[in-house]
């Protein structure tokens, strides 16, 4: 009678254990920033502020029944007006105040590449992202496909882009221009091309 109470009890207790929280990358050793990856959603959520949408106030998220899934208050910005599987935002605790790419455990995918003022455009399919100072490429979902390890790196157009690992940027007020005498291209893929 005791050994079928305890092996009750102990399938009891397996049976409501809760489940594991999602892992999230542990911080490197060598002191570089470390990156979460997309999660991938079929719900959409809608930036909210509790009415006042002006620079500085408070921003959170809500789904189209009106649930708050991100409260309010949570970054100081939201420069995403719809979060699916990632969502543009600003906060003191992300890389200076900087925008970042958040997934929906409000943790960091990639620093935003800043192109004319916002996020850098789709072009090709792709857009490109920084991370730990580096820039590399993402598709739509945000979801990191080339790995950021170029210096300087432009759009890709016609399925190709031109990448350096070495370069310089200067820049004159307004613009910025890149500078090296080691550019090459790369496909889709990351793979280096003629």
Same mark, same amino acid.
């Given at each position: 009678?005791?050994?079928?109470?305890?092996?009750? !009890?102990?399938?009891?207790?397996?049976?409501?254990?809760?489940?594991?929280?999602?892992?999230?990358?542990?911080?490197?050793?060598?002191?570089?920033?470390?990156?979460?990856?997309? =999660?991938?959603?079929?719900?959409? !959520? +809608?930036?909210?502020?509790?009415?006042?949408?002006?620079?500085?106030?408070?921003?959170? &998220?809500?789904?189209?029944?009106?649930?708050? =899934? #991100?409260? $309010?208050?949570?970054?100081?910005?939201?420069?995403?007006?719809? +979060?699916?599987?990632?969502?543009?935002?600003? *906060?003191?605790? +992300?890389?200076?105040?900087?925008?970042?790419?958040?997934?929906?455990?409000?943790? $960091? =995918?990639? *620093?935003? &590449?800043?192109?004319?003022?916002?996020?850098?455009? #789709?072009?090709?399919? !792709?857009?490109?992202?920084?991370?730990?100072?580096? #820039?590399?490429?993402?598709?739509?979902?945000?979801?990191?496909?080339?790995?950021?390890?170029?210096?300087?790196?432009?759009?890709?157009?016609?399925?190709?882009?031109?990448?350096? !690992?070495?370069?310089?940027?200067?820049?004159?007020?307004?613009?910025?221009?890149?500078?090296?005498?080691?550019?090459?291209? =790369?496909?889709?893929?990351?793979?280096?091309?003629?």
């Amino acid at each position: 009678m005791k050994r079928t109470f305890f092996s009750l !009890l102990m399938l009891a207790a397996a049976c409501t254990t809760q489940p594991k929280e999602p892992e999230t990358n542990p911080v490197p050793e060598s002191g570089e920033t470390a990156y979460a990856d997309v =999660i991938p959603s079929k719900d959409t !959520l +809608f930036c909210t502020s509790n009415g006042a949408f002006e620079y500085g106030t408070p921003y959170g &998220y809500t789904n189209k029944a009106g649930d708050t =899934i #991100i409260p $309010v208050g949570e970054f100081d910005n939201c420069f995403s007006d719809i +979060f699916t599987d990632f969502a543009y935002v600003s *906060d003191k605790r +992300f890389n200076d105040g900087g925008m970042v790419a958040v997934n929906r455990n409000k943790e $960091v =995918i990639f *620093d935003a &590449y800043i192109y004319d003022n916002g996020p850098d455009y #789709i072009v090709d399919g !792709l857009f490109r992202i920084k991370r730990n100072g580096k #820039i590399g490429y993402a598709d739509p979902s945000g979801k990191v496909v080339i790995e950021a390890k170029y210096s300087c790196a432009d759009p890709f157009e016609n399925g190709k882009a031109r990448v350096a !690992l070495n370069c310089e940027s200067i820049s004159d007020g307004e613009h910025t221009t890149s500078k090296s005498n080691e550019w090459f291209y =790369i496909d889709k893929t990351g793979k280096k091309i003629n």
